[in-house]
């Protein structure tokens, strides 16, 4: 079965600070693509992040990079110099063929000034 | 308007009534997307459409019928509702259904069936 956990509901941070969010996965298969959405509370679904698995180097874009562990199924998302605008329910999810999203249930980030 | 846009954005039914929710893509997009978001478990994939064809059906009940009239709208009508259907309903597009095609999303239905 295709899976995805995200093992930390709620996490804190203090505004300028790193953070970073967990996310494991399991699958069978050897290529396929991992992203991270954000969720800010009006609820619009936002493309954070995207890696390839079949690229060894991480993602970055700007404040947000990935660390992909392959061997692991392990794809953590560090945001760095948090922003109060990065106050959001974090999904991580994993791409199958036939465009099947399948989602991990989600890290609720508060950003604190 | 750019992007994927649904509306209505909130909906209040009786589960008697019968209703449709529209979504909109402005990206030149192939493949659209109905996914489900219930409180407290993760997002759920419904319906997959690529170029006006259902390509996936993910055991959906048939209270809820897809339709596709181009590669640019896409509705869910809904009749007989039950009340745990009350969810947010989102829309995405991407360029096509494959593997590598990354999905951008609406700002979703909230609806409410009483």
């Known amino acids: 079965a295709q899976t995805v956990t995200q093992s930390q509901p709620e996490m804190s941070v203090q505004e300028a600070e790193t953070v970073t969010l967990s996310c494991t996965y399991d699958?069978?298969?050897?290529?396929?693509?991992l992203f991270w959405y954000k969720q800010p509370p009006s609820r619009q679904m936002i493309l954070v992040i995207r890696?390839?698995?079949?690229?060894?180097q991480n993602a970055t874009e700007n404040r947000f990079s990935v660390n992909f562990q392959k061997a692991a199924k392990s794809f953590s998302l560090k945001i760095s110099d948090s922003q109060l605008g990065d106050t959001a329910m974090y999904f991580c999810?994993?791409?199958?063929?036939?465009?099947?999203?399948?989602f991990g249930q989600g890290t609720e980030l508060s950003v604190k000034p | 308007e750019t992007g994927v846009t649904q509306t209505p954005r909130h909906l209040v039914m009786g589960m008697t009534n019968k209703k449709s929710l529209k979504c909109e893509q402005h990206?030149?997009?192939?493949?659209m997307y109905w996914y489900k978001q219930s409180a407290k478990k993760p997002l759920e994939l419904m319906f997959v459409y690529s170029l006006e064809e259902r390509v996936e059906n993910n055991s959906v009940p048939s209270r809820f019928s897809p339709e596709c009239p181009n590669s640019s709208h896409l509705f869910l009508h809904l009749h007989t509702l039950q009340p745990e259907d009350s969810a947010l309903y989102l829309c995405?597009?991407?360029?096509?259904?494959?593997?590598?095609?990354?999905?951008?999303f609406g700002p979703g239905t909230r609806l409410l069936v009483l």
């Open positions: 990206l030149g997009h192939n493949a």
């Open positions: 890696q390839e698995a079949y690229k060894q």
């Open positions: 699958t069978s298969e050897n290529n396929y693509y």
């Open positions: 995405a597009s991407s360029q096509g259904p494959g593997q590598q095609e990354t999905q951008y």
């Open positions: 999810a994993f791409l199958l063929e036939g465009g099947k999203l399948i």
